[in-house]
């Protein structure tokens, strides 16, 4: 089996065939993700986990704004910071290769490998995810990685760094 067929494996996710679609803007509607990753609709939580769930496979992100897009409908909605966070995650060992599975706060799967793009905003690590979304890191996750973290010298500063599925993932730097 390859790393690829592995992945394939590990990783859970579902997203619509937004990209296929192109329906009208309806304007905004009072749709909020803040900071934690809750969904709020006109100020309520959305406590379903099916429901928001739903939505999350309908989110897209275009021109720095968020939208709900379905085959109909096209509704822009606000979002805090990154509409997901990175709330557990798992080592495997694949053929002495690590490999690092990570779970966002709607279940959804991920493997740390070349497919995701890592970057760290305000000292806090962020995942590109293939949906085009981002992932933040929760703190808690984040102090677990920087007990294991591996560390590399640059000139300007020392990079905290992760290694998965052979690709090295920075999730922070100290000042030298």
Known sequence: MSLNDLAKQLESYHHAP???????????????INEQGEWLYQGSPITRKALVKLFASVLTFESGEYFLITPA???????????FL?????FYDYEGETVIQVVTNIDERYILNE?????????????????????????????????IAQQRTLPE?????????GHDFVIGRLAN
């Open 18 to 32: 937004t990209e296929k679609w192109d329906p009208p803007y309806c304007g905004e509607i009072p749709m909020f």
């Open 73 to 83: 409908e096209k509704m822009k909605i606000s979002v805090a910071d990154a509409p």
């Open 86 to 90: 990175i709330i557990d995650w798992k």
């Open 115 to 147: 497919q995701l793009l890592s970057y760290v905003k305000d000292d806090v690590p962020y995942f590109e995810l293939p949906t085009g979304l981002t992932a933040k890191v929760h703190r808690n996750v984040f102090y677990q990685w920087v007990e």
């Open 157 to 165: 500063a020392t990079e905290l760094f992760l290694h998965s599925a």
